[in-house]
């Protein structure tokens, strides 16, 4: 992880804190568009969308030693890697934590830099969650526990997520 440069904020540790993000986190689920569990398909629109097509394009096969394949939805907007899957969306909705007016809006969420590429952590029950904060879509990777430590995924997929074009 040598070529990772990582920092990270020191959590808050307020008692609200942990509370309001699990409710956070209980609200972005979502059922799949093919009637699974997962969370629906992205359908980003504009620049959004020609900058996620491309990343598509930039991808790499292989994260974390698993093969990528099809997750089944929105093929130019969604990757997944190995079972249990990471998956990656892009041109998600901008999460609630960075969007100021949201009940959930915290300017001091937990945030890593890893290889150029700026990333909001949510821990979830099963793993992470990981989205962009200063790209013109966000994208968003969500990695299993079972590939701890998470921070080596993002390192495979930060050149590919540089190609989407900084926020502007």
């Known amino acids: ?14 008692s609200a804190v942990p509370v309001a993000l699990a409710v956070a986190l209980a609200g972005c689920s979502s059922a799949s568009s093919d009637g ?22 930039e991808l790499p096969r292989r ?3 698993q093969e990528r394949h099809a997750p089944g939805t929105a093929p130019e907007y969604t990757a997944a890697w190995g079972d249990p899957a990471v998956e990656l969306r892009c041109g998600v909705p901008r999460p609630e934590v960075l969007s100021p007016g949201s009940e959930h ?20 029950e099963d793993g992470y969650r ?22 080596g995924v993002l390192t495979e997929l ?7 074009p900084p926020r502007g």
């Open 63 to 65: 994260v974390d030693g």
């Open 36 to 57: 699974g569990t997962g969370p629906a398909a992205p359908s980003p629109s504009g620049a959004a969308a020609g900058a996620c097509r491309a990343l598509d394009g």
């Open 105 to 124: 809006y915290n300017p001091t969420s937990d945030a890593a830099e890893v290889n150029g590429v700026s990333w909001l952590i949510e821990e979830r």
């Open 130 to 151: 990981f989205t962009t904060t200063e790209r013109s879509a966000y994208v968003e990777v969500t990695v299993p526990g079972a590939y701890a430590p998470e921070i």
């Open 158 to 164: 930060a050149a590919a997520v540089k190609t989407v």
């Open 1 to 14: 992880m040598s070529s990772a440069s990582a920092s990270r904020r020191a959590p808050r540790r307020a």
